[in-house]
Nanobody, 115 residues
Framework: QVQLVESGGGLVQAGGSLRLSCAAS????????MAWYRQAPGEQRELVAAISRFGDTNYADFVKGRFTISRDNAKNTMYLQMNRMQPEDTAVYYCKGLRPFSSSWGQGTQVTVSS
């Protein structure tokens, strides 16, 4: 059974940091291209960052220099380190497997940044 479980969200003040985790199971995580997305209230879900099986990364312009995506294939876990957070980062954050296996969405983790 494929499962993605996000954790690490919470309430943080502007300028603060959070680290999100995504625990994956039920598919070959180590060879899968993975990504973090987010969805703010009333907005469409958007790509935040992605990481290849080899650790190559790419980021949305609005998080470049602030967020870092990483993975630990031995633990089947992906991370998103978020620094210098802003109120505009408030959203539900989701992880997703992209290819070769396209997973369904996890339940997400709420991140709220207060000003």
């Amino acid at each position: 059974q494929v499962q993605l479980v996000e954790s690490g969200g919470g309430l943080v003040q502007a300028g603060g940091s959070l680290r999100l985790s995504c625990a994956a199971s039920g598919f070959a995580f180590a060879v899968n291209f993975m990504a973090w997305y987010r969805q703010a209230p009333g907005e469409q879900r958007e790509l935040v960052a992605a990481i290849s099986r080899f650790g190559d990364t790419n980021y949305a312009d609005f998080v470049k220099g602030r967020f870092t995506i990483s993975r630990d294939n031995a633990k089947n876990t992906m991370y998103l380190q978020m620094n210098r957070m802003q109120p505009e980062d408030t959203a539900v954050y989701y992880c997703k497997g992209l290819r070769p296996f396209s997973s369904s969405w996890g339940q997400g983790t709420q991140v709220t940044v207060s000003s």
